[in-house]
């Protein structure tokens, strides 16, 4: 099936310090890759809908210089959270899906997440 | 504002009984799925509804998606400790559109 990788998947940092999280698709090509935050005992909140060779749309509230996200390949898109804060500490997962479109026919595959928290 | 409310929030039961976990939105979704979370993992998808009254059973779970698809239901049989987790309901508002929106979430804990 599906596997999408995510990396590191824990990281410890002061704060002020930039954090590059990776999302790679392993065994499909990604056309579509989505960020995702979730607060501990909470949901999941869309960030972020990365496209291939295009630049990210973000939701409303997420500030996109304070999360740099790069899609520059089918197979790999990276979040970058800058100049980190322990409000920015949290559970951070991505998904992908193989093509654009309808859910039902092109499910999204997530990540097993990176728990980012900072000091 | 969530667009979907779901219902128990939290769900601790015996090993054995039954339960329902209710998804409920005022908006109209063109299809939802349901997920299962570990601590620490990604969600993983258990099923996705597209059509109004459609009913899909997983083994033990049965999930039913509203007539009008403003609803949804997952109902867990003879629950099992390993089915401990936390359960999301998500939606797609649109055919057009691959974004989902996730429930609040159920978090449930079945003891043996």
């Known amino acids: 099936g599906a596997v999408v990788s995510q990396h590191p998947s824990w990281v410890i940092c002061k704060s002020g310090t930039s954090v590059k999280i990776e999302c790679r698709s392993l065994?499909?090509?990604?056309?579509?890759m989505f960020w995702y935050r979730q607060f501990p005992k909470q949901s999941l909140m869309l960030m972020a809908t990365?496209?291939?060779?295009?630049?990210?749309?973000?939701e409303q509230g997420v500030e996109k210089d304070k999360f740099l996200i790069n899609h520059a390949s089918l197979t790999l898109s990276t979040l970058t959270v800058t100049s980190a804060h322990p409000e920015d500490s949290s559970f951070y997962i991505c998904?992908?899906?193989?093509?654009?479109?309808?859910?039902?026919?092109?499910?999204?595959?997530f990540g097993d997440g990176t728990r980012l928290s900072i000091l | 504002t969530q667009l979907l409310e779901q219902s128990p929030q939290f769900l601790s039961i015996q090993e054995g009984e039954n339960l329902t976990v209710y998804c409920n939105s005022s908006?109209?979704?063109?299809?939802l799925q349901w997920y299962r979370q570990e601590p620490g993992e990604g969600p993983v998808l258990l099923v996705t509804?597209?059509?109004?009254?459609e009913v899909k059973k997983l083994k033990r779970l049965t999930f039913q998606f509203g007539d009008a698809r403003k609803d949804s239901s997952l109902h867990i049989t003879a629950a099992q400790p390993g089915d401990t987790g936390l359960y999301l309901c998500?939606?797609?508002?649109?055919?057009?559109?691959?974004?989902?929106?996730f429930g609040t979430g159920t978090r449930l804990q079945v003891f043996p």
């Open positions: 065994d499909f090509q990604a056309t579509t």
């Open positions: 908006s109209v979704f063109s299809s």
């Open positions: 998904s992908a899906e193989a093509g654009g479109g309808r859910v039902s026919n092109q499910p999204q595959h």
């Open positions: 990365s496209n291939e060779g295009s630049k990210a749309t973000y």
């Open positions: 998500a939606g797609a508002r649109s055919y057009n559109t691959d974004k989902l929106i």
């Open positions: 509804v597209v059509t109004g009254g």
